[in-house]
């Protein structure tokens, strides 16, 4: 009889997945608490050349990240993502309040009519670096730009000081490399699709390192979710021995 071929749909998600919530539950409300999330191929890319990246992840992996959402005081977001998404970051696929929006956007690239600055009641903030007016609804927070990029931990603290605690950077990579890069990041969740596209736009892209000694090699656990993509949650602040 041939072998049954290996079929990745049948495995059950883990039993503990809950689990990768607690970090964030229990954050202490004394700084803030950042998780990021990214989603991409076995390959470790997030979109293709064309700048298609819709559906490379499937609807677990959304699941998870609208559990996310659910989860968290606010979510921060790059210029790019919504020029190229124009995501309303609301929670929808599961039970929760919808966390406040926040846009990284210093050059003011970000129109108006953008569905995540929509006058809907939910708290919405746009990162800038000088004292731009937005419309009413938006509380504009000017941070001072230092070669062209905002400090991410000055914003982190900024949003705590505002109630906004617990923070999810959705990306795009741009906007969470450069959170990483700047040790601001407390854990990130690498949703990892068994798709393959071979050209594209890589995922983290984080500040050269000379040798493997100066690694991230952060404790990592490994969930199945239920439609064969692996969830990595890794936690930044405890780093393995290489
Ligand atoms: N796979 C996933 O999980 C996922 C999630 C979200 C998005 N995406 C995809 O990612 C792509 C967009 O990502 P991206 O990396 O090109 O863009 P991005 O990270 O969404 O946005 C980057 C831009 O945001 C602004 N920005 C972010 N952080 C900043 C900082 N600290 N200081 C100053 N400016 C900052 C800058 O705007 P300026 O350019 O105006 O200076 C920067 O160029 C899209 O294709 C989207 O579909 C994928």
């Known amino acids: 009889m041939p072998a049954q071929p290996f079929e990745i ?6 039993s503990d997945y809950g689990a990768v919530f607690e970090p964030i539950l229990t954050a202490s409300p004394d700084r803030p608490f950042v998780v990021a999330q990214l989603g991409q191929s076995l390959d470790g890319r997030i979109a ?3 700048g298609a990246s819709r559906w490379i992840n499937g609807s677990a992996a959304l699941d998870h990240l609208h559990r996310l959402r ?5 979510v921060v977001v790059g210029a790019g993502t ?12 599961v039970p929760g309040r919808h966390p406040a929006r926040v846009v990284i956007d ?13 006058d809907d009641g939910v708290q919405t903030i746009v990162v800038t670096s000088d004292a731009r007016r937005g419309p009413r609804h938006v509380d504009m927070l000017a941070i001072e730009s230092r070669d062209g990029w905002l400090d ?19 990306g795009g990579a741009t ?10 990041v407390d854990r990130v969740h690498l949703l990892v699709a068994p798709i393959i596209l071979g050209s594209g736009t890589m995922g983290l892209s984080l500040s050269p390192i000379a040798g493997l000694d100066e690694a991230l090699r952060p404790q990592t656990r490994l969930h199945q979710l ?17």
């Open 9 to 14: 749909r049948a495995l059950r998600p883990s």
């Open 48 to 50: 293709t050349p064309t």
């Open 70 to 74: 659910a989860h968290v005081d606010a």
């Open 82 to 93: 919504v020029l190229a998404d124009d995501p309303m970051l609301t929670v929808r696929r």
């Open 106 to 118: 210093p050059n003011g690239r970000v129109s108006c009519e953008a569905r995540c600055l929509a």
């Open 152 to 170: 991410p931990v000055a914003i982190a603290h900024e949003l705590h000081d505002r109630g906004l605690r617990k923070i999810l950077v959705e």
């Open 175 to 184: 906007t969470i490399s450069h959170f990483i890069d700047a040790g601001v």
């Open 226 to 242: 239920d439609d064969g993509e692996a969830l990595f949650d890794c936690d930044l602040r405890q780093q393995r021995r290489g």
